[in-house]
């Protein structure tokens, strides 16, 4: 079992819920079966500031042999944290019940300043910051599943945290998915950040208040206005508990004017790239050099048509599913 960091505290919660009749996408006789799924709550630490953790497995991974699990850390984006983002709870668009459905022990992390997690006045949760904390995330999976590697999957900025972790310690991470990464910036991508930047004003706060109209944005920006994507139920109930989870959010896209964070030639492991056709944030101008030049040749792009930056929220959410668990590898 691999060493813990001291930085790092195991703080397991309890169950809080079972939810039964979880399908298995993409598998016919095996939808028809019932599986149960157990949500848990944990905290690990880092230089003194607690970050939350929501883990969802199947109840029967309880009862197996020793054998390790295979774990998945999923981080979020700029704005919204991680249970509005991957455990959505309406008709089977959660991407943590599709992987726990397929046998992982899947996991969402708050990165500081976000969600459950503690605030702090050091930083804005900018890149380096919030790697750190997918590093103390991927520490404390490990020690507790005993694992000794974690995949990891990163949205919109998320791809930034996971992406300059695994830079950093690539032993750790077994495969990587980066959904609707930036490298450079699409087209137009530099100029939207600096009118955004600019209305912060000289003195930006640490913290911006969120609005229905920024949980919606990502539905229906760019292309997606003439093309959209959603079903407004889904979109209704994001909005929601978007907005209950996290009020506030740290300016962290501020320190995206500092692009590029991502060395493809500095990543090894092996990588999905994914993004959808209208995304706003994510371009083949900007990803298809990238992917070319990762070093590494277990690797795929994958660009879904018509999707938007919230591919996982949208009509074509289980195809997106698909892509992810085909390139992690089915271990039922």
């Given at each position: 079992?691999?060493?813990v960091?001291?930085c790092?505290?195991a703080?397991?919660g ?8 979880v ?10 079966r019932?599986a ?11 230089d ?5 953790l ?6 029967a991974q309880?009862a197996?042999?020793?054998a ?6 999923l981080?979020?984006g700029?704005t ?5 983002d ?8 959660s991407?943590?019940?599709a992987l726990?459905a397929?046998g ?6 708050d ?9 702090t ?12 904390d ?8 490990a020690s ?6 974690v ?14 972790y695994?830079m ?23 100029e ?22 920024a949980?919606?944005?990502?539905f229906?920006?760019?292309?997606l206005?003439e ?21 506030e959010?740290p ?9 590029p ?18 995304d706003y944030?994510a371009?083949?101008e900007?990803?298809?050099?990238f992917?070319q ?16 930056h ?14 992810v668990l ?7």
């Amino acid at each position: 079992m691999p060493n813990v960091p001291r930085c790092v505290s195991a703080y397991c919660g309890l169950i809080l819920l079972v939810l039964a009749g979880v399908a298995i996408a993409g598998d016919a006789p095996a939808a028809a079966r019932a599986a149960t799924v157990v949500a848990e709550v944990h905290y690990a630490r880092r230089d003194g500031l607690k970050l939350y953790l929501w883990e969802k497995r199947l109840a029967a991974q309880d009862a197996r042999a020793a054998a390790p699990q295979r774990a998945i850390l999923l981080v979020h984006g700029g704005t919204w944290s991680g249970r509005p983002d991957f455990d959505l709870q309406i008709r089977d668009y959660s991407l943590m019940d599709a992987l726990a459905a397929r046998g992982y022990d899947a996991w969402a992390l708050d990165i500081h300043g976000y969600g459950h997690s503690d605030r702090t006045d050091a930083d804005v949760s900018d890149v380096a910051s919030a790697a750190a904390d997918v590093g103390a995330a991927v520490e404390f999976i490990a020690s507790l599943r005993g694992v000794a590697q974690v995949d990891l999957l990163g949205w919109s900025a998320g791809t930034q945290r996971v992406g300059v972790y695994a830079m950093q310690h690539p032993e750790r991470v077994g495969r990587m998915v980066l959904y609707a990464p930036c490298w450079k910036g699409a087209p137009g991508y530099a100029e939207r950040l600096r009118r955004r930047i600019d209305a912060l004003g000289p003195a930006p706060a640490r913290y911006r208040t969120n609005t229905a109209a920024a949980a919606r944005s990502d539905f229906v920006e760019g292309r997606l206005a003439e093309h959209p994507q959603f079903e407004e139920d889904v979109v209704a109930l994001y909005v929601r508990e978007a907005l209950q989870t996290d009020p506030e959010s740290p300016n962290a896209f501020v320190d995206f004017a500092h692009l590029p964070f991502l060395d493809p030639t500095r990543i090894v492991v092996p990588t999905l790239v994914i993004f959808g056709e209208y995304d706003y944030f994510a371009s083949e101008e900007d990803l298809v050099p990238f992917f070319q030049q990762l070093a590494t040749r277990d690797k795929a792009l994958v660009m879904l048509p018509r999707g938007g930056h919230a591919l996982m929220l949208e009509r074509a959410h289980r195809r997106f599913q698909e892509a992810v668990l085909e390139f992690l590898g089915d271990h039922r």
